[in-house]
């Protein structure tokens, strides 16, 4: 996910959902990224948890943080 504009809300990253994001989950999926790379999904209240657990069932989840504390991905290291 690429963070929008200050002046735009983020989106929740749950299919279907256009609730506004307050969280960052922040992943990498070792077989493809190196260790200190994060890639990031927005989360909304309701579907921090799922998408948590669906980041976590395949070892790829890092952190969790306040959305706006969250930093853009710089790309591929």
Do not use: I, Q, Y
Request: aromatic share 6%.
């Amino acid at each position: 996910m690429v963070l929008p504009p200050d002046d735009e809300p983020a989106r929740c990253s749950a299919k279907g959902c256009r609730a506004d994001a307050v969280w960052a989950l922040r992943w990498n999926n070792p077989a493809l990224h190196t260790p200190e790379r994060r890639k990031l999904w927005a989360a909304c209240e309701e579907h921090r948890d799922h998408l948590a657990g669906f980041l976590t069932a395949r070892g790829f989840l890092r952190d969790v943080v306040p959305l706006a504390e969250a930093e853009p991905d710089p790309g591929p290291a």
